[in-house]
């Protein structure tokens, strides 16, 4: 009798484990890796202009979730991607994508964190596109 409840508890632990979502699974969303960080970033753009920023992640911007930050001022609304599916959504859930966007000519950027490194592109409302590349550092100065 010890013995089955043991293994009935196991069996229940374990279905637990299964079912956390992939974000809890694999250390939380991608905001628990980007919010309180910096990095400096290689921009290009579709007109051929190019630009190098330090841009930071943080909290208590303009977003309910996460806010990238481009000193000194501009400040895009952020969240990580949406996971499962339509009817069962798990919104701000992705371990690794994520999207910003911004009220300065309408700006829409969609990444990917990887270590110590983001990738992405984007696009501005007149639908020009943006490519971008960027590697974690202490601190923007």
Do not use: H, W
Request: glycine share 14%; hydrophobic share 35%.
């Amino acid at each position: 009798m010890r013995r089955s409840t043991a293994f009935l508890a196991f069996l229940m632990f374990s279905a637990l484990l299964i079912n956390l979502s992939s974000a809890e699974a694999g250390g939380g969303n991608c905001q628990a890796k980007l919010a309180g960080n910096s990095y400096t970033c290689d921009f290009k753009f579709s007109n051929g202009a190019s630009e190098t920023l330090c841009v930071e992640f943080g909290t208590g911007g303009v977003s309910s979730n996460f806010d990238l930050f481009i000193p000194p001022s501009t400040d895009y609304g952020c969240a990580c991607q949406a996971t499962g599916s339509f009817k069962s959504p798990s919104f701000n859930g992705s371990a690794s994508a994520f999207e910003c966007s911004g009220d300065d000519f309408g700006t829409q950027l969609d990444g990917k964190v990887a270590g110590k490194k983001i990738s992405g592109e984007g696009s501005g409302y007149l639908g020009e596109s943006i490519v971008f590349s960027c590697e974690k550092i202490s601190a923007c100065t």
